[in-house]
């Protein structure tokens, strides 16, 4: 598995200004320890208005179980990437990131 | 919570047909029903937005709600019949192969009642060993347990006997495999104080046990996960060498009076019928569709196809979640009339707070096309991907999307609420492949409005609802066509679309079966015209079933990009007997049919084509009416905002490519997260991705064909989704018209 090593960190403003497209083989090494995480736990979106709203929510990781809503309401796909990325660096990299 | 929901009988009817409607309400006492017509799916506002064509009908009124339960989990049932009624010793057997051992008590044979707690049961219990459980019918049971937890994905030999004259139980637990310092055998012999009650009015259950009769099905609890291979079941107490003298072949004369049932599933392998080979005929039937054409317990691995030694697969898989007909009474029912234009409609059903909407396919008149344009709905496409829960059950869903998947709350529904069935996309309860898909059931994921995790940034649709965005432009652009589905295709070959001068597919018209296949590919020969505005079209081999309604089998046989991989020994269709996996396996890449075949995918952002050179020749002229020199293709749209993207397709000369084909377009510039396709990968090497990776493209070409006929195809899912950019003036609505247009025209290319 891949560890964040100290450099990765000038990857982090990357992906604030392009949370989904191209990326640099550096940061789609990031994204790819960020986004591969196992179900139980995994955040998602509940879209909860069509084209305007997204709920974030974690998956139980098991089939019929609940899918817990959290409060976290998101106007864009973007700001909800920028959220689960810094939750996830915090995680991972053991550092809270700013807005 | 999902208020309403329901499914129809058909999915296509001619008029003067009729049509039955299944509804299911949570709570409402009633709802209202209307016919639609169903123009454009897509909510999103960036695009044209929903539309929907209301049509009257005499389907439109109020009606009473009602729950209809969903009952899934597969089993056989032998009807009841004197002789099990009038057992007393007896001794029932069978190779297992269990793949839940942990989950908790399930019956392998049984004839139990559940209400009365009378007869028996040889089963797992709540640790995974075998079990016998004796009831008496008047609230006392017992059971006589192995203690041994059995292994998952092993062959067992289990049995029981029972002896009526002084209650000594013999269990069997035999595993075919031994491990050293594992040792999950068991031989033991107790004496039981509770008598079993035989005259207890229930059928003979295989993988689950009887719990009573509603509206004339029999239900069934305590489902078992794994195989079973030929049980059987005797009326006295059978020694250990009797028990192996009935594990295969024919059984000897000694035992011929006391066998009862003896079902040999490697017979009649492609219906739902189960043979006792024993003379008297127990013959029963498979409920909910459990996997059959599976390798038994003496499957040596010399040969790959039932056919040949059908001997050697005489198990069927079942599942606590197979589910084939959801059984429902019929709420309503539509006689398509003369003169109702033909397309893609839907029952629209609706209580206060929910909807749902029933699509359906009204075709012409049979044998009358009132276009020269066919649309064919993609409906096995639609059932291989029904109700598919990827988004909460793969973990590389986000890998795919490089996006936090974002579900529906129809994907939360159904997520929570495992009973409505899988997609072959899925994987079963005991992680098997679901190879069987049916449509009479509610699909959730076929619906107009509905977006898809899978179908890119944007409008994010998939399957149905992304082929509104044609359905949409032809009506935008006063195109007239006719449609009919993949099913009418199937059943009716050739002569269903020979009416016809332009055959246009869908975004991604991936399910093939062989007369489908056979009937475009006569249509290419009569000099029929085929634009395919879709990707990765022409993929996996299909099987209709013979003779049940509204269910595809899917073998995700060696190759192609796959949800879940066959079992050795399981490609052929149980269905037909056909191969199954890749139509490109089977020689038949779909450059042969359209000229470009799967290449590549991602599901973020799509791109733009290039023109190239060959774009130039006099030949196309008339494709390219309107488009500069040098104008980047499709460099907009509403699925992932380029007409280049999700699925990919390219030209290949040896993968069948026509030598006279024009590779006019090319894509370019794709995002990392699109990868080329595994069947091209055969030593893995890094640059694989878009952006380093010349197979991750998508083509589009142009050819003549020796009829006068000719196929034009842009090799991408999301084509359709630019075609209304700009209200419908852009250079993919443009070139798609211009190719319709010449291709409506009778003069032969
Ligand atoms: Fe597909």
Redesign the interface.
């Known amino acids: 598995m891949y560890q964040i090593r100290p450099e990765d960190k000038a990857y982090v403003e990357e992906f604030k200004k392009t949370?989904?497209?191209?990326?640099s083989?550096n940061l789609?090494r990031i994204?790819?320890l960020f986004?591969?995480?196992?179900?139980a736990g995994?955040?998602?979106?509940?879209?909860t208005r069509?084209?305007r709203e997204?709920t974030l929510?974690v998956?139980p990781g098991a089939?019929?179980?609940?899918?817990r809503m959290t409060e976290e309401v998101f106007q864009s796909?973007e700001q909800?990437?920028w959220y689960?990325f810094k939750q996830r660096w915090a995680k991972y990299a053991g550092e809270n990131l700013g807005d | 919570m999902k208020q309403i929901m329901g499914y129809s009988d058909k999915i296509s009817v001619c008029p003067s047909e009729t049509i039955r409607f299944m509804v299911s309400c949570e709570k409402a006492s009633n709802y209202k029903a209307r016919l639609v017509r169903i123009i454009h799916g897509d909510t999103n506002p960036e695009g044209p937005g929903y539309k929907e064509r209301a049509v009257k009908s005499d389907l439109e009124g109020t009606y009473k709600g009602r729950k209809q339960a969903i009952c899934p989990g597969s089993c056989i049932v032998i009807p009841n019949h004197r002789a099990f009624e009038q057992l007393g010793s007896f001794s029932v057997q069978a190779m297992v192969w269990p793949t839940t051992p942990e989950k908790g008590r399930q019956s392998i044979l049984s004839r139990w009642n559940a209400k009365s707690g009378a007869g028996f049961i040889l089963g797992l219990d709540d640790q995974g060993g075998l079990v016998l459980t004796l009831g008496d019918g008047t609230g006392a049971s017992e059971d006589v347990r192995t203690g041994k937890v059995m292994l998952a994905r092993e062959w067992y030999f289990v049995a029981a006997s029972y002896n009526a004259a002084n209650g000594e139980v013999c269990l069997y637990q035999d595993p075919l495999v031994a491990y050293a310092k594992v040792d999950t055998s068991a031989e033991l012999r107790r004496t039981a104080k509770v008598r079993p009650r035989h005259a207890n009015g229930a059928p003979f259950v295989v993988a689950a046990h009887y719990a009573q009769t509603s509206n004339g099905r029999a239900r069934t609890d305590g489902h078992y996960n794994g195989k079973i291979d030929r049980p059987s079941l005797a009326d006295r107490v059978l020694s250990r060498l009797e028990m192996e003298q009935l594990r295969g072949g024919d059984p000897p004369h000694s035992l011929s009076s006391a066998i009862v049932g003896l079902w040999d599933f490697s017979k009649q392998i492609t219906t739902e019928q189960i043979i006792d080979v024993s003379p008297n005929r127990h013959h029963g039937e498979t409920l909910n569709l459990p996997a059959r054409a599976m390798t038994g317990w003496n499957w040596t691995g010399e040969e790959m196809c039932w056919r040949h030694k059908p001997e050697q697969y005489g198990a069927i898989h079942f599942h606590d979640d197979d589910l084939y007909d959801a059984g429902w009474e019929a709420d309503f029912a539509f006689t398509a009339p003369a003169g109702l234009q033909s397309g893609l409609y839907a029952a629209h059903v609706a209580t206060e707070d929910d909807e749902d909407f029933i699509p359906f396919v009204i075709r012409p008149e049979r044998g009358k096309a009132t276009s020269k344009l066919v649309f064919v709905v993609p409906t096995a496409s639609y059932m291989a991907y029904a109700n598919e829960h990827m988004a909460t059950d793969a973990a590389l869903a986000e890998l795919l999307t490089g996006s936090v998947v974002a579900l529906q709350p129809v994907d939360v529904f159904l997520h929570e609420h495992r009973e409505y069935g899988y997609s072959c996309y899925d994987t079963h309860s005991d992680g098997s492949g679901v190879c069987y898909s049916s449509r009479l059931r509610p699909i959730l994921t076929m619906r107009p409005k509905y977006q898809s995790w899978l179908g890119g940034k944007g409008s994010s649709l998939w399957q149905m609802n992304a082929d509104t965005h044609i359905i949409d432009w032809l009506e935008a652009m006063k195109f007239d066509y006719d449609c009919i589905t993949d099913e009418d295709l199937h059943a009716e070959g050739y002569e269903a679309i020979a009416p016809y001068r332009v055959f246009m597919t869908s975004t991604h018209h991936e399910y093939w079966s062989k007369q489908m296949w056979d009937a475009l590919d006569a249509f290419k020969k009569a000099g029929g015209r085929l634009i395919y505005t879709g990707g990765n079209a022409w993929y996996w081999r299909i099987a209709y079933h013979p003779t049940k309604p509204g269910v595809i089998e899917v073998r995700r046989a060696e190759g192609g990009i796959r949800a879940w991989a066959a079992e050795p020994g399981e490609y052929y269709h149980s269905f037909t007997g056909e191969h199954g996996g890749l139509w490109r396996r089977q020689g038949l890449a779909p450059q042969k049919m359209a000229g470009v075949g799967f290449s590549a995918q991602g599901f973020d952002l799509s791109s733009y084509y290039r023109r190239t050179k060959e774009s130039f020749d006099s030949r196309v002229n008339f494709i390219f009416e309107g488009v500069d020199k040098d104008e980047l293709i499709g460099n907009f749209g509403l699925i992932g905002g380029g007409a280049a993207g999700l699925e990919l397709d390219r030209a290949d000369r040896l993968l069948g490519t026509p030598p006279n084909a024009l590779v006019l377009a090319s894509s370019e510039n794709h995002t990392p997260i699109y990868m080329v396709v595994l069947e091209e990968i055969l030593i893995n090497a890094p640059g694989l991705c878009g952006g380093e990776n010349d197979l991750v493209r998508a083509d589009i070409v142009f050819y003549e064909t020796p009829s006068g006929g000719a196929v034009f195809a842009t090799g991408s899912i999301a084509w359709a989704g630019s075609l209304s950019h700009h209200n419908y003036d852009n250079d993919v609505s443009r070139i798609t018209s211009n190719v319709l247009r010449r291709f409506l025209d009778e003069r032969p290319f």
Do not use: D, F, S, T
């Open positions: 949370p989904i497209g191209h990326h083989p789609q994204l790819n986004r591969g995480e196992p179900m995994k955040y998602v979106l509940i879209c069509p084209h997204w929510a998956l089939r019929g179980e609940r899918i796909i909800a990437e689960v």
